[in-house]
C-alpha cells in the first residue's frame, strides 16, 4: 500500500490542552494538526514541557482534549464513553508508561497479564500469554519477582511486556528505553521494530536522537507545537537516473575540471631562478621569505635532474 493510500487511524485537527484558569491558565497543546496512518512508526521528539507526553495521554485515551476533535479509526473520540474507552485500551492500544505505572502489590507475571483482564480470558490463558511475552525479553526468571524487587531496566523491560501483552494494533511509548543500558535498548528497540514491520502502528516520544534512526517519521515539538515533521519533506525532483545530482550551468567555471596530462602549471628551474633574482633585486629586505624561496630552488633543481 503506497503512502498516498494508507489508511489514517488517527486524526487531530486542532487539538488543544490547557491547564488552570484565568491568570494561572497554560496550553500544553496550542492546536496540533496531525495525521497517522496504519503502519507508520512516529518517532516524537523535543524538549521537557513540550507537550509531548500531554498528546500521548490524550492519544492513549488517558485524557482528553479542551479544544479540537480526535478521530480514532475515523471515529470521534468525544462520543466514547468511559468503558467503550478501556475496552479500546484494551484490544487495540499498549502503552508503556515514562514512570511504569506498577501494581505494586501484584508480582510480575501477575502485572504482565492484567490488561488481558478485561478482555474475558480465562485466568490460565492469561498467565501462560505473560509467560510467553516475558521470555522474549529474557524476564523468565523473574515472573515471581515483586516489582520493588526489581532494578530500573527490569521494571521497564516489564512495563512494555505488559503492552504488548495483548497485541495492540497502536503502541505508544513514553521513552520505552530512558532507564535501559545500551544493549537492551537494542533489545527494545528490536522488538518494536519487529511489530512494525508486522504492520503495527508505533508512536514513541524519546529524548534520544539514536532512537530516531529506528522510525519511518520524525516530529520535532516546541511550546506545544509541531515544529517540524519528516511527512512534510518533499525532495526535490530527482535526475533522470532516480539519484539527486548537482546541477551546474553550462556558463559556470568547472572547478575541477580534468587538466590535459601534457600541459603542467608548475615552474621551470630557470623561472624560478629569475623570480628569485627579481625578488633579492626588490627594495625590501631579503629574509626569511628568501630563505624559504632558495631551499625551493634547491628542490626544483633535485627534480630536474631525476
Given at each position: 500500500?503506497?503512502?498516498?493510500?494508507?489508511?489514517?487511524?488517527?486524526?487531530?485537527?486542532?487539538?488543544?490542552?490547557?491547564?488552570?484558569?484565568?491568570?494561572?491558565?497554560?496550553?500544553?497543546?496550542?492546536?496540533?494538526?496531525?495525521?497517522?496512518?496504519?503502519?507508520?512508526?512516529?518517532?516524537?521528539?523535543?524538549p521537557s514541557g513540550c507537550g509531548k507526553t500531554t498528546l500521548l495521554n490524550i492519544l492513549g485515551l488517558l485524557d482528553r482534549a479542551t479544544e479540537g476533535s480526535y478521530?480514532?479509526?475515523?471515529?470521534?473520540?468525544?462520543?466514547?464513553?468511559?468503558?467503550?474507552?478501556?475496552?479500546?485500551?484494551?484490544?487495540?492500544?499498549?502503552?508503556?508508561?515514562?514512570?511504569?505505572?506498577?501494581?505494586?502489590?501484584?508480582?510480575?507475571?501477575?502485572?504482565?497479564?492484567?490488561?488481558?483482564?478485561?478482555?474475558?480470558?480465562?485466568?490460565?490463558?492469561?498467565?501462560?500469554?505473560?509467560?510467553?511475552?516475558?521470555?522474549?525479553?529474557?524476564?523468565?526468571?523473574?515472573?515471581?519477582?515483586?516489582?520493588?524487587?526489581?532494578?530500573?531496566?527490569?521494571?521497564?523491560?516489564?512495563?512494555?511486556?505488559?503492552?504488548?501483552?495483548?497485541?495492540?494494533?497502536?503502541?505508544?511509548?513514553?521513552?520505552?528505553?530512558?532507564?535501559?543500558?545500551?544493549?537492551?535498548?537494542?533489545?527494545?528497540?528490536?522488538?518494536?521494530?519487529?511489530?512494525?514491520?508486522?504492520?503495527?502502528?508505533?508512536?514513541?516520544?524519546?529524548?534520544?536522537?539514536?532512537?530516531?534512526?529506528?522510525?519511518?517519521?520524525?516530529?520535532?515539538?516546541?511550546?506545544?507545537?509541531?515544529?517540524?515533521?519528516?511527512?512534510?519533506?518533499?525532495?526535490?525532483?530527482?535526475?533522470?537516473?532516480?539519484?539527486?545530482?548537482?546541477?551546474?550551468?553550462?556558463?559556470?567555471?568547472?572547478?575541477?575540471?580534468?587538466?590535459?596530462?601534457?600541459?603542467?602549471?608548475?615552474?621551470?628551474?630557470?623561472?624560478?631562478?629569475?623570480?628569485?633574482?627579481?625578488?633579492?633585486?626588490?627594495?625590501?629586505?631579503?629574509?626569511?621569505?628568501?630563505?624559504?624561496?632558495?631551499?625551493?630552488?634547491?628542490?626544483l633543481r633535485k627534480r630536474d635532474r631525476k
Open positions: 500500500m503506497t503512502k498516498k493510500h494508507m489508511k489514517p487511524v488517527i486524526e487531530l485537527r486542532g487539538l488543544k490542552k490547557r491547564f488552570g484558569v484565568g491568570n494561572a491558565e497554560n496550553f500544553a497543546l496550542g492546536g496540533i494538526d496531525l495525521t497517522i496512518n496504519q503502519g507508520e512508526f512516529i518517532a516524537i521528539m523535543g478521530l480514532l479509526d475515523g471515529k470521534p473520540v468525544h462520543k466514547f464513553g468511559t468503558m467503550k474507552k478501556a475496552r479500546i485500551r484494551s484490544k487495540s492500544i499498549g502503552i508503556v508508561f515514562q514512570n511504569f505505572n506498577m501494581v505494586q502489590r501484584l508480582n510480575v507475571i501477575e502485572n504482565v497479564a492484567l490488561p488481558l483482564t478485561y478482555t474475558g480470558m480465562g485466568k490460565i490463558r492469561r498467565l501462560k500469554r505473560a509467560s510467553e511475552i516475558l521470555r522474549t525479553f529474557h524476564l523468565s526468571e523473574r515472573e515471581y519477582y515483586m516489582p520493588w524487587q526489581l532494578s530500573g531496566g527490569q521494571t521497564q523491560r516489564v512495563a512494555i511486556a505488559r503492552a504488548l501483552v495483548n497485541n495492540p494494533s497502536i503502541i505508544l511509548a513514553d521513552e520505552p528505553t530512558g532507564n535501559l543500558d545500551s544493549k537492551t535498548s537494542h533489545l527494545i528497540m528490536q522488538e518494536l521494530t519487529d511489530l512494525h514491520k508486522q504492520g503495527n502502528t508505533i508512536i514513541m516520544v524519546t529524548h534520544n536522537p539514536d532512537l530516531t534512526a529506528y522510525a519511518s517519521r520524525v516530529i520535532h515539538m516546541v511550546d506545544g507545537f509541531i515544529d517540524s515533521d519528516t511527512a512534510d519533506y518533499t525532495p526535490e525532483p530527482s535526475a533522470s537516473d532516480g539519484k539527486r545530482s548537482l546541477s551546474i550551468d553550462a556558463d559556470e567555471p568547472v572547478e575541477n575540471e580534468v587538466l590535459d596530462p601534457t600541459k603542467t602549471t608548475e615552474k621551470t628551474t630557470e623561472e624560478a631562478v629569475a623570480e628569485l633574482d627579481d625578488s633579492n633585486s626588490s627594495t625590501g629586505p631579503v629574509g626569511s621569505a628568501t630563505k624559504v624561496k632558495k631551499v625551493k630552488l634547491k628542490n
